[in-house]
């Protein structure tokens, strides 16, 4: 595997347009991954069960926000757990943007995710971090990709001085949780849209009660209303435009790279950009003689690997992230991976 040693990271993060795309072993302490769910859904007689495993991890979710609804205690445990490695992650990157002092660049992170549930959203509130979901609106909230567009700044009382708030900007490529379809439109909800008996339904009684959910179907064809569609083709447009900006760093975690059409994006743009830098942080020891994400191929991609045969968790991968910011690192010019 090529080198990319701390002190190269350091400044690359330091100096670039920074960009993470969050993959769902981020949130696998508490929610499980979808295994054979795609393939399920893309078969007519399984379909049906296979949208109802994907409901009880939607409903699962709610929890989240509400932890009362959380019963079991090993699985409390689990939630918190997984909070607690949102909150260290981007506690982070909060830190790490609110310290920048070049003007070239924003104290912005676009977070692109695939994930629908609301661990980012959540974690961001009990930080107080300033965050962009993409509403604008304080009595009936309206999703606009535009949106996101939007920069934020402090203005001093006095002598009328601006600077940037740090901000996170939160784009749900596959929808949200926390998404309702209200008259053509995606409408905030705190997930009291997403009924608690679904799954005890059958045929058009499930799917008309499946349809209020706005999240993507995670199947080959991954459609769902006309509205979703929209707003899934302008994110990916948003992704692809930010990875094009010179300079711009995307740091992967949590994420297998299996959804082809996001995958397909990203290699044409890291092909297109010289100027990009791919950080990904793998789960398992990467095989570089097979290299099967193709580092070898694109210079600007680097693949971050255990040592050994231990498996990269989330938290792992922060305590990393955090280790190439120490005082010690800083100092030094010997430091390596």
Known sequence: MKNLNKKELREII?????????????????????LDIENRMNEEGTREAAQK???KLIKKSKAILNGDLETDSDEKGKLNTTKKNYDSFLGFWAET?????????????????TNFDLFIEDSCERLNVPYNDGFTGQINPVFNVANFNKIQKYKSLQFDNTS?????????????????IKDEKITYSNCSHIPDDLDSKNGDD????????AVINPNAEKHFETVLDTNYAAMLRKFTL?????????????????????????????????????????????????????EKENKNFYVLSPANEDKQTFAKSTEYLKSIFTKQNTETHEDSE
């Open 97 to 113: 943007i609110s310290k920048r002092s070049l003007h070239i660049v924003s104290k912005q992170v676009n977070i692109f995710t």
């Open 242 to 294: 930010e990875l094009e900006k010179e300079n711009s760093v995307l740091i992967i975690v949590g994420f297998s790279l299996a959804d082809k059409h996001i995958k397909d994006l990203l290699y044409g743009v890291m092909k297109s950009n010289p100027t990009l830098v791919v950080v990904y942080f793998a789960h398992s020891k990467y095989d570089a003689s097979a290299d099967s994400l193709k």
């Open 53 to 55: 495993d994907y409901y």
């Open 206 to 213: 499930f799917n008309n009660g499946y349809r209020q959910i």
């Open 14 to 34: 330091q100096s670039g347009h920074l960009n993470l795309l969050v993959g769902s072993g981020c949130s696998l302490d508490y929610l499980t991954t979808l």
């Open 164 to 180: 940037d708030i740090p901000l996170f900007n939160i784009i749900k490529l596959h929808g949200s949780v926390s998404w309702s």
